[in-house]
C-alpha cells in the first residue's frame, strides 16, 4: 500500500470515526440527561421520605416499601451528601436507617470491588458505622495497593476514633507520595486527644524528619498543653544540623530541592512547624523558645514567631519586636509590627516610637500599619 | 520555470509533512488528554467541596481582578465573587485607570471609602493613587492606579495581596461558585512543589447569568462565538490537559490562573514587555526553576470553570488573535533559549517547540498549502494522490479532532442538552471550512506585528450579561 493511499485510507476511517462519535454523542447524551433527570427526581422524593423517617421511626416500614432494587445506590449517594451536614441525633437516626437498609452491607462488599474509587467511595461512607465488622473493614483498607483508598480509610477510622496506633498511620500514609498532601495533615490533625501521647512517641523517636513536622502539625491542632515540652524540647534539638547559621541556610537555598529536603537540612521547616503548633497552643512555658526563634536566621521563622508572640500577648517579647521592625525582610517587620499593636497599648506605643524615628525601614511599616489599623501617627 | 516548479514541489511536500506531524501529534495529545481526564475524574470525586471548605485544608487566596473600562460589569462580577464559596479568600480590584467610570461605579454601589494599607513593593508597577475598602464588603480591596497595562495592574495585585496564593481573573469573567475550590484542588496534593494551576474557560455568550451566577448554559446564537465555543472545547480538553499531563504546559489563561504568590515573585511578577503575559509568566516560572534544578509542578483543572464573552465581531476577534500571536511571538523570542532545549524538560523541549513549529510556522505553511496545492494541482504539478492526501490531511483531521473533543467534553460536563451537543458537532465540522483558515491569516498578521514592532491592545467592546426573565 502506497503512502498516499494511506492517508487516504486513514483519513477515510476517521471521517466515518467522526460521523460515529457525533451521534454517539448526541445520542448517548440524550439519554444521559433523562437519567440525571429521573435521578434528580428520585433523589428529591427520596430525601422527602429519609426526613419523615427521621421525623417518625416508626414510618421506616412505609419508607421501605416505596424503595426500589435501583434505589440503593442513589441513597448512598444522598446520605454520603447529607451525613456531613448534620449532627447529633439527627446523623444517628440517618445512620441508623442506612443500617436498616442494607446500606453498611452494600458498602463493605464494595470494599472488595476491583475498582479503586469504589472501594474508596465505600470507606468514605464507613465512616460513620461505629461497629467492630467496619474498623475492621477499613484498618484491611489501609493497606490497599492506592494511597487514595488508604487515605479515605485512615479519614474514616480518625472520624470513628477508632484508630488503633498512630504508628501504623504513619507507615501507612507518612511515606507515600501523597507525605505532603493537606489531605493527609488534615488525617493527622483529626486524631484527637486520645492520641497525644502516641503522637510525642512519633516526634521523640528517630523517624524521617517529614514525619515529625506531621506529628508537629498535629499536635499544634489538637491543642492539648501536653505537647508543649516535647515540642520545645524539638525546637532547641531539631535534628542533625540544629544550629545553622543564616548564611548557611541561604547558601543550601541554592541547592536542589531534592537536596534540600533532606533531613540533615531541613530543620527550618520543623522550627517553623514548631512555632506553628506554639502559636495555636499559646502556653507561657513556650516564651522563651518564641523570644529565641524572634532572633532566628531563617526569616520565615522570624515572621511566624511574631505571630506566635502576639498570639502570647507577653510585654517581654516587646523588645525584641521593635529590634524585628528593623529586619532586612519586610514579611518581618510586617508580622513584628502586627504583633507589636495586637499587644496593646505598650504595642502600640513602640509602634508611634518606631513611626517617628529615623530608621527609613521601621518608620514606614510602623507609621503604615498604625494608619491602617486607624491610628493618627 | 523548471526550477520555480520543483521550489513549488518542494514546498508542497513540506506542507504535506507538516500537515501528517501535526496530525500525528494531535492524536497523541487526545490520547493524553483522554488518559488525564479519566484520571482526574476519579481523583477529583474524592474531594468532596463540603470537605474542603469545612477541614481547613484549603489555603488563603488573594484574587486579583484587574479592570480598565469596565463599567458596564464590574460591580456584577465583583459581588459574583464576593459570593464564592470558599473559606478564605480576599478580592483585590485594581482599576487601571479606567477612562470610564470603573471606580465611581464600584465606589457609589459598594459604598467604598478611602483607605490605608502598608504594602511592599516586591514586584514593579506603576504608582498608585489610591486604597478603597467598605466595612459592609471585609473582604474587598478596591485599588486606583496609573495606567499601566494588565500586568502592571497584576503586579500592583501581587504587592497588595496578603495570602500564599493568587488568583488572576479577568474583569469580564465570571467564576462558577465552587471555581475556588476546584482549582485548588492541586495545591492541597502538593503544596510544596505547586506553583500553577489552570482553570478552564467557557464562553457566557448565549448563557443566563442572575446575580453574578451563570444560571442557564447555553450556547451562544451567533455563529462567530458558537465557533469559537467548539474552538475553546478543543484548545482547553485537548491541548490544555495534554501539555499539564505531561509538564509541558505553558499557557494558564490570563482570564483563570491560581500561582503561589512567592514564586511569581522570585520571577518577578508579570513582565511589563509583552502583550501575552499569561503565557510569559508561566514560562518564566518553568525556567526559573528548571535553571535551578528545583522541583515544581503546574496543573489544569478541567472541572473548574470560569465564563468569559467571546467577541461576537470579526473586527474585535481580529484583534483578539492578532494579540494572541505577538503575546506568543514575544514570549518565544524572549525565551528563544528554552526551544527544543533539553535542559528545559517537557517545556523546553515538547512545548515551547510545539509552539514555534506549530503556531509560528505552522500558519505560514497551512497558508501557503492553501494557495500553492490546489494551483499545483490544476496546473498538474502534483498527482490526484498527492492532492487527496492534502484535502485529507487538512479537513478530515480537523474535523476528527473537533468532534473528539465532545466526547471530553462529555466526560466533563454532564447535562449539555442534546440540541446544543448537536449544534457543537455541526460547528466542529463547519469551522474547518473557512473559519480556521481566517485564524491562520490572522496569526500571520500577528506575525508581521511582532516582526514590525507594534504595541498595545486594542480595544475589546464588553457587553452587560444576559439576564433571565423578571430581573
Not at chain 1, 235 to 263: C, L, V
Not at chain 2, 233 to 249: G, Q, V, Y
Request: some cysteine; hydrophobic content about 45%.
Amino acid at each position: 500500500m502506497g503512502f498516499y493511499t494511506l492517508i487516504h485510507w486513514v483519513s477515510l476511517a476517521l471521517a466515518g470515526a467522526t460521523l460515529a462519535i457525533l451521534l454517539v454523542v448526541v445520542v448517548r447524551q440524550s439519554f444521559r440527561n433523562r437519567r440525571t433527570k429521573r435521578d434528580a427526581l428520585r433523589r428529591q422524593s427520596l430525601m422527602a421520605l429519609a426526613l419523615e423517617y427521621i421525623e417518625e421511626p416508626e414510618f421506616f416500614p412505609a419508607f421501605k416499601a416505596q424503595l426500589k432494587p435501583e434505589d440503593q445506590r442513589l441513597l448512598v449517594e444522598l446520605f454520603a451528601e447529607l451525613l456531613p451536614k448534620v449532627r447529633g441525633d439527627y446523623a444517628e437516626k440517618v445512620v441508623q436507617l442506612m443500617r436498616e437498609m442494607g446500606l453498611r452491607d452494600r458498602c463493605l462488599a464494595q470494599m472488595h470491588s476491583h475498582k479503586w474509587w469504589k472501594r474508596a467511595d465505600a470507606a468514605a461512607v464507613l465512616g460513620w458505622f461505629q461497629d467492630p465488622e467496619v474498623i475492621t473493614a477499613l484498618e484491611r483498607a489501609l493497606d490497599d495497593p492506592q494511597v487514595e483508598v488508604r487515605l479515605e480509610a485512615a479519614r474514616a477510622l480518625t472520624q470513628l476514633k477508632a484508630v488503633q496506633s498512630v504508628a501504623g498511620l504513619v507507615a501507612r500514609l507518612a511515606v507515600v507520595d501523597a507525605t505532603h498532601s493537606l489531605g493527609v495533615k488534615e488525617i493527622f490533625r483529626s486524631l484527637g486527644s486520645g492520641a497525644v501521647s502516641e503522637l510525642l512517641g512519633v516526634i521523640e523517636s528517630d523517624v524521617p524528619e517529614h514525619v515529625k513536622i506531621l506529628a508537629t502539625d498535629a499536635l499544634g491542632h489538637i491543642g492539648d498543653p501536653r505537647a508543649v515540652p516535647a515540642l520545645l524540647k524539638l525546637f532547641h534539638k531539631p535534628g542533625r544540623s540544629g544550629g545553622d547559621t543564616i548564611h548557611e541556610h541561604k547558601a543550601r537555598r541554592g541547592r536542589a530541592y531534592s537536596e534540600r529536603s533532606q533531613p540533615t537540612n531541613s530543620s527550618v521547616a520543623l522550627r517553623l512547624a514548631v512555632m506553628q503548633a506554639l502559636s495555636v497552643l499559646v502556653d507561657p512555658r513556650s516564651l522563651d523558645a518564641i523570644l529565641a526563634a524572634l532572633e532566628d536566621p531563617v526569616w520565615e521563622v522570624r515572621a511566624q514567631a511574631a505571630h506566635c508572640a502576639s498570639q502570647l500577648g507577653s510585654d517581654a517579647a516587646i523588645p525584641r519586636l521593635e529590634t524585628l521592625l528593623h529586619d532586612e525582610h519586610w514579611w518581618v517587620r510586617f508580622h513584628a509590627a502586627e504583633a507589636l499593636f495586637k499587644l496593646g497599648e505598650a504595642g502600640v506605643q513602640s509602634l508611634l516610637k518606631a513611626a517617628r524615628s529615623t530608621s527609613a525601614r521601621a518608620a514606614d511599616i510602623a507609621g503604615g500599619l498604625l494608619r491602617e489599623k486607624g491610628v493618627a501617627v | 520555470m523548471t526550477l520555480l516548479w520543483s521550489i513549488v514541489r518542494f514546498l508542497n511536500g513540506c506542507v504535506l509533512a507538516l500537515l501528517l506531524v501535526q496530525s500525528v501529534i494531535y492524536l497523541w495529545q487526545l490520547v493524553v488528554a483522554f488518559i488525564e481526564l479519566r484520571h482526574h475524574r476519579r481523583g477529583a470525586s474524592r474531594a468532596d467541596p463540603w470537605w474542603m471548605l469545612t477541614s481547613g485544608v484549603a489555603l488563603p487566596i488573594s484574587i486579583l481582578v484587574p479592570a480598565h473600562n469596565e463599567e458596564e460589569t464590574i460591580v456584577e462580577n465583583v459581588r459574583s465573587m464576593l459570593a464564592l464559596h470558599y473559606p478564605d479568600f480576599e478580592v483585590i480590584v485594581i482599576n487601571d485607570g479606567s477612562k470610564d467610570r470603573t471606580l465611581a461605579v464600584l465606589v457609589e454601589a459598594l459604598g467604598l471609602q478611602k483607605i490605608e494599607r502598608v504594602w511592599h513593593a516586591d514586584v514593579e508597577h506603576q504608582e498608585i493613587r489610591a486604597l478603597y475598602g467598605s466595612p459592609r464588603h471585609p473582604r474587598l480591596l478596591v485599588v486606583d492606579k496609573v495606567n499601566g497595562g494588565k500586568s502592571d495592574a497584576l503586579n500592583a495585585g501581587i504587592n497588595l495581596s496578603r495570602f500564599p496564593l493568587f488568583c488572576a481573573v479577568d474583569a469580564d469573567s465570571l467564576l462558577d461558585h465552587d471555581s475556588l475550590l476546584q482549582v485548588m484542588r492541586p495545591f492541597i496534593e502538593e503544596p510544596e512543589e505547586m506553583v500553577a494551576v489552570g482553570g478552564r474557560i467557557c464562553i457566557v455568550n448565549g448563557c443566563t447569568v442572575r446575580a453574578g451566577q451563570v444560571t442557564d448554559i447555553a450556547l451562544p446564537a451567533r455563529p462567530l462565538p458558537l465557533l469559537q465555543s467548539i474552538e475553546y472545547i478543543r484548545a482547553f480538553l485537548i491541548a490544555r490537559l495534554a501539555w499539564s499531563r505531561l509538564d509541558a504546559m505553558l499557557i494558564i489563561s490570563g482570564a483563570f490562573g491560581l500561582f503561589k504568590r512567592s514564586a511569581a515573585v522570585k520571577v518577578g511578577g508579570y513582565s511589563h514587555d509583552t502583550v501575552g503575559e499569561d503565557m510569559e509568566i508561566v514560562v518564566k516560572l518553568h525556567r526559573h526553576f528548571r535553571e535551578r534544578d528545583q522541583k515544581y509542578q503546574m496543573r489544569f483543572v478541567a472541572d473548574s470553570v470560569c465564563w468569559t464573552q467571546a467577541p461576537e465581531t470579526l473586527g474585535v476577534l481580529r484583534r483578539q488573535r492578532t494579540r494572541w500571536q505577538r503575546g506568543m511571538m514575544q514570549t518565544l523570542a524572549k525565551h528563544r533559549l528554552m526551544v527544543f532545549n533539553p535542559k528545559y524538560g517537557p517545556a523546553g523541549t515538547l512545548g515551547m517547540g510545539y509552539f514555534f513549529l506549530f503556531d509560528i510556522i505552522g500558519p505560514v505553511v497551512e497558508l501557503a498549502g492553501l494557495l500553492l496545492v490546489p494551483f499545483s494541482f490544476y496546473m498538474g504539478e502534483v498527482t490526484p494522490h498527492f492532492f487527496l492526501a492534502w484535502v485529507a490531511l487538512t479537513f478530515t483531521y480537523g474535523v476528527f479532532l473537533s468532534a473528539s473533543s465532545l466526547l471530553l467534553e462529555m466526560m466533563v460536563t454532564r447535562t449539555t442538552r442534546p440540541r446544543d451537543l448537536a449544534l457543537l458537532a455541526m460547528s466542529a465540522v463547519l469551522e474547518n471550512f473557512g473559519y480556521r483558515q481566517l485564524n491562520n491569516l490572522w496569526r500571520l498578521e500577528g506575525i508581521w506585528q511582532f516582526l514590525t514592532g507594534k504595541q498595545g491592545w486594542g480595544a475589546m467592546q464588553r457587553t452587560k450579561f444576559r439576564k433571565s426573565a423578571g430581573t
